[in-house]
């Protein structure tokens, strides 16, 4: 994997292959990372990255400027990976958090502008992670972004804070406001 732009820019990691993930492809990355500065400015903004995986997100988030990211990694394997790879980067503005998303969902209460989510695609509860940001914990600040990584099983487009959806190859992004 490689950070695609940014301070970053060039960098590449090799995460675990036996740690059953599937990373966002750099295609797909790349084409989110082209449309979200129309949307949002990253500067001084923090990001909260749940179900982390490789952290390429996360690591992707920090290489385009934003002031901070948590990201939220339940299995040990990957949480040490972005550890490890984040401190061979000098990158000092990443925590990783090793814990199940939906449980720190229940007591998160750090302000954050960004979250972004791509759980496995057949995980139960997906469909209710807009509600959880939006109602249930009001974890974005005014006027920030929810990005929701998910196949072609899901559509949200009739959720009251549904912004735009973008396909690539088989990858679709929601995104929420």
């Known amino acids: ?3 695609i732009s940014g301070s970053l820019r060039g960098r590449t990691f090799y995460p675990p292959t036996n740690a059953g993930m599937r990373p966002t492809t750099d295609m797909a990355r790349e084409a989110l990372f082209n449309i979200l500065p129309a949307l949002i400015d990253f500067e001084g903004k ?3 990255d749940l179900f982390s995986g490789s952290g ?3 690591l992707e988030f920090i290489s385009r400027g934003v002031e901070y990211v948590y990201a939220v990694e339940k299995k040990a394997q990957l949480a040490k990976f972005i550890k490890d790879t984040a401190e061979k980067f000098n990158v000092d503005n990443l925590k990783v958090i090793q814990q199940d998303a939906y449980k720190l969902l229940l007591s998160y209460n750090i302000p ?3 979250v972004f989510a791509d759980p496995p695609y057949d995980m139960p509860g997906i469909d209710d992670l807009p509600d959880m940001i939006y109602k249930k914990r009001a974890i974005i600040n005014e006027g920030g972004l929810f990005i929701l990584e998910h196949n072609s099983a899901h559509n949200y487009s009739d959720h009251e804070r549904f912004m735009q959806s973008r396909k ?3 990858v679709h992004f929601t995104i929420f406001q």
């Open 1 to 3: 994997m490689r950070i």
């Open 46 to 48: 923090v990001v909260l």
């Open 56 to 58: 390429g997100m996360a």
């Open 112 to 114: 954050t502008d960004i």
């Open 168 to 170: 690539y190859g088989k």
